[in-house]
């Protein structure tokens, strides 16, 4: 899991600042483990594609070392959107091997602070 977060930040760090006041079409993919439940699978996967979709609009990033007796304990970290999906329409899905893969096509724009804690 690790694995997979590190190498989703670095694929968001490498496609450099996007971040602007601007609004922009980006497509993007999510995908889910097939169950039984195909609703609540296509659901998961949607999910992810506008997550991904969202962070398109810039992605913040924070790091917090949990130490005990002066021991690193744990390394926690959270990713949070700058941008927020506007609008979206599935250009793709359907069953991919053993996943369930939801292709999407996204209006993203600045996340609008009336909305942020």
Known sequence: MR?????????LLAAGPVMSQ??????A?????MSKDMTATRRLALAEALLVAS??????????TQM?????VADRYAMRPTGQVL???????????????VKVKALV????PKFCD
């Open 55 to 64: 962070m398109a609009g810039g992605t913040e990033v924070r790091g917090y």
């Open 3 to 11: 694995i997979l977060v590190a190498l989703l930040v670095l694929i």
């Open 87 to 101: 609008r979206h329409e599935i250009i793709q899905e359907g069953r991919n091997g053993s996943y369930y893969q």
């Open 109 to 112: 724009g600045p996340l609008d």
């Open 68 to 72: 005990d007796k002066a021991r690193i």
């Open 22 to 27: 601007e609004r922009f079409w980006v497509e």
């Open 29 to 33: 993919a999510g995908v889910a483990p």
